[in-house]
T-cell receptor
Framework: GAVVSQHPSRVICKSGTSVKIECRSL??????MFWYRQFPKQSLMLMAT?????????EQGVEKDKFLINHASLTLSTLTVTSAHPEDSSFYIC???????????FGPGTRLTVL | QKEVEQDPGPLSVPEGAIVSLNCTYS??????FMWYRQYSRKGPELLMY????GNKEDGRFTAQVDKSSKYISLFIRDSQPSDSATYLC??????????????FGRGTQLTVWP
């Protein structure tokens, strides 16, 4: 149980385009999902917390107009990188919080490369 | 000072060795402690989840939490090459405005050679 999927696993796009990444909890309902960014050999950097049916809470320094988050249902959250630039190239990982615990289950990640 | 400190390694051990991974933290409000394993280019996988102080064992893995010292450990017995990965400690307060938010260590890169 507690499986989280992410799609796509890898995307390459041109500078200036927008990219949407989906995060789904497959066998449980997640009222809260999180989006992280990870640079090579670095730990996870929390970008935003997404609660179903409400606006996402962004961490300091994360541009909410650039990284649009939608948590439309209890099993789906999306991250859209708008007008992507090469510096947005990174590994993006989502997680879903299960129930009332603080346990988070992570998706497999999405490798974004902006040319 | 970061809230969670973890030696990034790298740590290299022979197959069969006992591995000890550690994290220290500064926030006494942390109550939930987790260890995640992350293979290269993959998302983290939850290994152990512990509430408050004490030990928890699951197969070859043992997690220890010492809240008085603000110190947590993960022990891997009879280590295998398949255990080669980055191990991340994470913790949370479990309440208030930070409910659900995890604070991560940098991760320790482990290599188990045959």
């Amino acid at each position: 149980g507690a499986v989280v999927s992410q799609h796509p696993s890898r995307v390459i796009c041109k500078s200036g385009t927008s990219v949407k990444i989906e995060c789904r909890s497959l066998d449980f309902q997640a009222t809260t999902m999180f989006w992280y960014r990870q640079f090579p050999k670095q730990s996870l950097m929390l970008m935003a917390t997404s609660n179903e049916g409400s606006k996402a809470t962004y961490e300091q320094g994360v541009e909410k107009d650039k990284f649009l988050i939608n948590h439309a249902s209890l099993t789906l959250s999306t991250l859209t990188v708008t007008s992507a630039h090469p510096e947005d190239s990174s590994f993006y990982i989502c997680s879903a919080r299960q129930g009332s615990t603080d346990t988070q289950y992570f998706g497999p990640g999405t490798r974004l490369t902006v040319l | 000072q970061k809230e969670v400190e973890q030696d990034p390694g790298p740590l290299s051990v022979p197959e069969g060795a006992i591995v000890s991974l550690n994290c220290t933290y500064s926030n006494s409000a942390f109550q939930y402690f987790m260890w995640y394993r992350q293979y290269s280019r993959k998302g983290p996988e939850l290994l152990m989840y512990t509430y408050s102080s004490g030990n928890k064992e699951d197969g070859r893995f043992t997690a220890q939490v010492d809240k008085s010292s603000k110190y947590i450990s993960l022990f891997i017995r009879d280590s295998q090459p398949s255990d080669s990965a980055t191990y991340l400690c994470a913790m949370s307060t479990g309440r208030g405005s930070t409910l659900g938010r995890l604070y991560f260590g940098r991760g320790t890169q482990l290599t188990v050679w045959p």
